[in-house]
Antibody
Framework: EVQLVESGGGLVQPGGSLRLSCAASGFTFSSYSMNWVRQAPGKGLEWVSYISSSSSTIYYADSVKGRFTISRDNAKNSLYLQMNSLRDEDTAVYYC???????????????WGQGTLVTVSS | EIVLTQSPGTLSLSPGERATLSCRASQSVSSSYLAWYQQKPGQAPRLLIYGASSRATGIPDRFSGSGSGTDFTLTISRLEPEDFAVYYCQQYGSSPGMYTFGQGTKLEIK
């Protein structure tokens, strides 16, 4: 069974930093691209970042470029999101999501974690 | 950047009825890169449709997707009580590597 479990969320002051983790199991993690998606309270979904299976290709949404860093450790089956210079508007539930590129030419996210809440507030 | 506009914002229907949800793109989108998700309160989104019309694993056949270019549709043929949720469309590729979501359609019980 595919499982994605996020951790690392919490309360942080504006300008602070936080590192999110996503532990993957039930599939060959090293064969799949991964993403982070966030959802502000009561709002819609916003894609944050993408990393290819080998970490060779990385993309960011303009809203986080230069502040967030995505990475992965295939030996540990883990995905990370380092978030620096946090702003009030970064408050959201952060989800990790598996990309279907591992088995399809389409683009979508087939498995999602349960999310971890990041609250940026003084 | 391609903007996805979903309509209606809220759809009120009864179980057993047919639901038609629309997703319109500001520029043409590759059908291969259009997906639909369902999200219930307090839960993560669930992939329903990818490639505009392919059902994801385990998705009942009452869910179907169609469309091309700038106009895409999610149809639920006969609503079950568990189908009342928020639905999002998603596209890939307006900029390299970039995904965007529509603002969502809330499907509520009438």
């Amino acid at each position: 069974e595919v499982q994605l479990v996020e951790s690392g969320g919490g309360l942080v002051q504006p300008g602070g930093s936080l590192r999110l983790s996503c532990a993957a199991s039930g599939f060959t993690f090293s064969s799949y691209s991964m993403n982070w998606v966030r959802q502000a309270p009561g709002k819609g979904l916003e894609w944050v970042s993408y990393i290819s299976s080998s970490s060779s290709t990385i993309y960011y949404a303009d809203s986080v470029k230069g502040r967030f860093t995505i990475s992965r450790d295939n030996a540990k089956n883990s995905l990370y999101l380092q978030m620096n210079s946090l702003r009030d508007e970064d408050t959201a539930v952060y989800y990790c999501a598996r990309d279907i590129r591992g088995y399809s030419s389409s683009r979508a996210f087939d498995y999602w974690g349960q999310g971890t809440l990041v609250t940026v507030s003084s | 950047e391609i903007v996805l506009t979903q309509s209606p914002g809220t759809l009120s229907l009864s179980p057993g009825e047919r639901a038609t949800l629309s997703c319109r793109a500001s520029q043409s989108v590759s059908s291969s890169y259009l997906a639909w998700y369902q999200q219930k309160p307090g839960q993560a989104p669930r992939l329903l449709i990818y490639g505009a019309s392919s059902r994801a694993t385990g998705i009942p056949d009452r869910f179907s997707g169609s469309g091309s270019g700038t106009d895409f549709t999610l149809t639920i043929s006969r609503l079950e009580p568990e189908d009342f949720a928020v639905y999002y469309c998603q596209q890939y590729g307006s900029s390299p590597g970039m995904y965007t979501f529509g603002q969502g359609t809330k499907l509520e019980i009438k």
